[in-house]
């Protein structure tokens, strides 16, 4: 026999899907604090939030007759229509937070609207609501959170530790500080400060809470096109992580986890990233709404794109240009990716492609014999800085002073001294050649004197037939069988060698998902990368002085250029402050 379930049920169901522990219940408030134009918040946290949340804010406030709504299950201030729900600019909208909190909770909300005499609140236990009582309140709204999960004792053993529960409060709170740097926030446990942010720009707040390291090793991003733009800071490869903890996407606000965007932003790292490490970075993506659908979780931490393809294209895009030229300069105005002279690090090139070609792919030929004649003469190199100085202009790696142990290359530029280790950065010039030369041409086709057959699923086949001009300029020619069987005719040729059944397959997938242009990329790449290892200058190999400038300028050209393939660094800078400081000079 079927039954309506009663409103308790309904609503501790609804709670266990947006009120997963304490950190959910704190999210929902603040979300309700910004979207009440709150620009002062305040946290209060006890035994990780289990215990007790408070949140305090300065923004509108709820009126005495909505007041008593605010505890009703889809009941909310944010949607009238259908129509609403499809253009949504609000953080909260589906009405069922505040009352799954009061649910398995002991919750009471205070509120008071600058007009209205006085404060009046409200108390809910379970599913017992009380009438509207005065209080005192200057203005805004106070909503507290006591002993979570009282009344549903099976849920709350499912909690972790009190250091557990708090550091996910704790990482709620950073992501709604980054997400409104306009707003000061401040947050307690158990009597201590563990956070004061004061209201700052976007830059400030990512430093405040990303620390300075972040800060001298990232990008600034701001790109458009049409009714997208994405900005926000990457961090350069060499500064990844063992983890992705330090990954903040936003859309129109919100804090997303979205498959789609991981995907574009991995592929965006993907040739310069050091083995599995993963990139930092706090983006932003406003959209318009009606192209993007929130309604999919009542988490509201996943989305549903209109053109996935679009979006997915527009950030990896985005990220891999300014990933390929990480010497750009950055704005005045945004001290993230400012170089820190002090310190020993992989550093940005202050340095624009199209001044290479002004500089040459070598040294003058008058400063050559210099620096010769010193050699020659055992005066190399503490005198070739005076041979250097007469060059006008000394490009960002400058000049070769000489080899160490036959793996590093020594330089010396404006800043101080350049190291380079040789292998890793002319196998970086090779590799981006090596991709040059093939995405100017169409990949051409190898047909395979044996067709390889292997079994589809019902999509595979699908992809095939709908895709079939699409495969052929990618070098592919694949056949349908049968309803469940595909047969692999030809290859791109440069990839004639791969695990064609594999290859087949994740190339069918993929282009039921992403864009076809970036495809072969991650299989193409693959070998490139290994033939420009095998093609790179091996370690103990002697450089001349031409050879070792001509190196320097190449790298100088070259995309990507900080990097090996693999992702290592392939240069530091220490500046002659540093080097000072090494050799204790003027102290």
Not at 131 to 142: A, D, K, T
Not at 430 to 437: G, V
Request: aromatic share 6%; glycine share 4%.
């Amino acid at each position: 026999m079927i039954k309506l379930l009663p409103d308790l049920v309904i609503n501790q169901i609804s709670a266990g899907e947006v009120i997963e522990r304490p950190a959910s219940a704190l999210k929902e408030i603040l979300e309700n604090s910004i979207d009440a134009g709150a620009l002062e918040i305040n946290i209060q946290l006890e035994e990780g939030g289990v215990k007790l949340i408070r949140v305090t804010d300065n923004g509108d406030g709820i009126s005495l007759n909505d007041l008593p709504f605010a505890l009703m299950p889809h009941a909310t201030s944010k949607i009238r229509s259908l129509e609403d729900l499809q253009e949504i600019n609000s953080l909260g909208f589906r009405g069922e937070a505040l009352a799954s909190i009061a649910s398995v909770s002991n919750l009471i909300l205070t509120s008071r609207k600058l007009k209205e005499k006085h404060a009046w609140r409200i108390q809910a236990k379970g599913r017992d609501i009380s009438q509207p009582e005065p209080s005192s309140l200057s203005s805004g709204v106070i909503v507290e959170v006591r002993d979570l999960y009282f009344n549903t004792p099976a849920r709350r053993k499912f909690l972790k530790t009190e250091a557990t529960e708090f550091s996910h409060c704790e990482e709620t709170f950073k992501r709604i500080a980054l997400s409104c740097p306009s707003i000061s926030f401040k947050l307690q446990h158990n009597g201590k400060i563990r956070g004061q942010l004061p209201a700052s720009n976007l830059a400030q707040r990512i430093t405040q809470l990303l620390g300075n390291d972040f800060e001298q090793n990232s990008l600034s991003i701001s790109e458009q096109a049409a009714d997208l733009h994405l900005y926000g800071a990457v961090a350069l490869p060499a500064y990844s992580k063992s983890s992705r903890n330090a990954q903040y996407f936003f859309i129109n606000g919100r804090f997303i986890r979205d498959k789609l965007i991981s995907h574009a932003l991995r592929e965006s790292y993907r040739d310069v990233l050091h083995l599995d490490h993963h990139p930092t970075y706090v983006l932003f993506l406003n959209i318009n709404p009606e192209k993007l659908d929130v309604n999919v979780h009542p988490a509201k931490s996943e989305v549903r794109f209109r053109d996935p393809r679009a979006v997915h294209q527009f950030i990896f895009h985005a990220i891999s240009n300014s990933l390929a030229s990480p010497h750009q300069e950055l704005t005045t105005n945004s001290p993230l990716g400012a170089i820190d002279d002090a310190s020993i690090h992989a550093s940005k090139l202050p340095y624009m492609k199209q001044n290479s070609v002004k500089n040459g792919a070598e040294i003058p030929p008058s400063i050559h014999q210099k620096l010769f004649d010193l050699r020659s003469k055992s005066q190399w190199p503490s005198t070739a800085h005076t041979a250097i100085k007469e060059q006008e202009e000394i490009p960002p790696l400058g000049f070769a002073l000489g080899q160490l142990m036959g793996i590093y290359i020594l330089a010396q530029n404006k800043q101080g001294l350049v190291i380079v280790d040789m292998h890793a950065a002319h196998e970086r010039i090779t590799y981006e050649k090596l991709k040059s030369s093939h995405d100017d041409n169409s990949l051409s086709m190898q047909p395979l004197l044996i067709p390889v057959t292997f079994k589809g699923n019902g999509l595979d086949v699908v992809t095939a037939e709908e895709n079939k001009e699409i495969l052929s300029g990618l070098g592919f020619e694949i056949a349908i069988l049968s309803p469940t069987t595909l047969a692999v005719r030809a290859v791109p040729s440069i990839l004639k060698d791969a695990d064609v059944v594999k290859l087949a397959r994740d190339t069918l997938k993929e282009l039921r998902e992403f864009d076809t242009g970036q495809l072969l990329k991650n299989k193409r790449n693959e070998l490139l990368s290994s033939m420009a290892c095998h093609n790179a200058i091996r370690a103990n190999r002697i450089l001349s002085l031409p050879e070792m400038n001509a190196l320097l300028r190449e790298m100088e050209r070259t995309d990507r250029s900080d990097q090996c393939n693999h992702g290592r660094p392939t240069w530091f800078e220490i500046s002659l402050a540093n080097l000072d400081k090494m050799f204790m000079r003027g102290q």
